[in-house]
């Protein structure tokens, strides 16, 4: 029998109701789920992950950004605009220069484990 067929099977006089119990117990709410869904939707484009990536290495301005990556200011700046909505970026003010850099450590964790996963 596939897999398929043994998951249309399944009978839930046999669920282990114990198991269920402390699963749905720890699950986050839907809300906190779906923020996360979308999160990882901000991973999906790789402009975006090149962005994070150059600001792996360094603190860049938007020029410099669009410069290495052979892209227009205007695309650094949207893509940018939604990495800072997702608080994947900050950004500093030294006189006229925005300076932007990952947002704190747990982004460079992400792209950290995705690459070694990728990498596997």
Not at 14 to 41: G, R, T
Not at 68 to 94: D, G, P
Request: charged letters at 30%; proline letters at 1%.
């Amino acid at each position: 029998m596939d897999e398929q067929t043994a998951i249309e099977r399944c009978d839930y006089i046999h669920a282990h109701e114990d198991i269920i119990a402390k699963v749905n117990e720890n699950m986050p709410d839907e809300e906190i789920l779906y923020d996360l869904a979308e999160l990882f939707k901000i991973f999906g484009d790789s402009t975006r992950i090149k962005i994070l990536y150059v600001l792996f290495e360094s603190e860049m301005c938007v020029c410099d950004i669009a410069q290495l990556l052979n892209m227009t200011q205007s695309a650094i700046s949207h893509q940018l605009r939604a990495l800072k909505q997702s608080k994947l970026v900050k950004y500093r003010r030294e006189g006229k220069t925005v300076f932007y850099s990952l947002a704190d450590d747990h982004v460079r964790s992400i792209l950290d484990q995705g690459m070694e996963h990728v990498a596997e």
